[in-house]
């Protein structure tokens, strides 16, 4: 965005140095580093498991394939990665049985 702002600056601007105000290209620095922190990643929800044995169990199920993303541990929440909700979901089903 800024070299494009620098290439198709209006002629009188054109001229200064720097074209482009140092506090815009901050401004637009920041908001860039902003997009690039937040990554999108298919995921699953959990809550209202029946005991904290059966959390605990399905925390370390997720952990040990790499699919546990976050986990609230006092109110039994957890987020997996979509890949493995399925074996999730089976593992869940024995745990209940």
């Known amino acids: 965005i800024i070299s494009f702002l620098q290439q198709n600056a209006h002629p009188r601007v054109a ?3 720097p074209s ?19 990554e999108m990643t298919p995921a699953h929800y959990y809550e209202e498991f029946p005991s904290r044995d059966v ?3 399905a925390c370390d ?3 040990d394939r790499s699919g546990l ?3 609230d541990s ?6 997996v990665n979509a890949e493995i909700h399925m074996h999730m979901r089976e593992f869940l089903r ?3 049985k």
């Open 94 to 96: 024995g745990q209940n």
């Open 74 to 79: 006092k109110k039994m929440r957890l987020v």
């Open 61 to 63: 199920y997720a952990r």
């Open 69 to 71: 993303l976050w986990e």
């Open 55 to 57: 959390f605990e169990a």
């Open 20 to 38: 482009v105000p140092e506090n815009v290209c901050d401004q637009i620095r920041l908001w860039e580093s902003d997009l690039n922190r937040v």
């Open 15 to 17: 001229d200064r140095i």
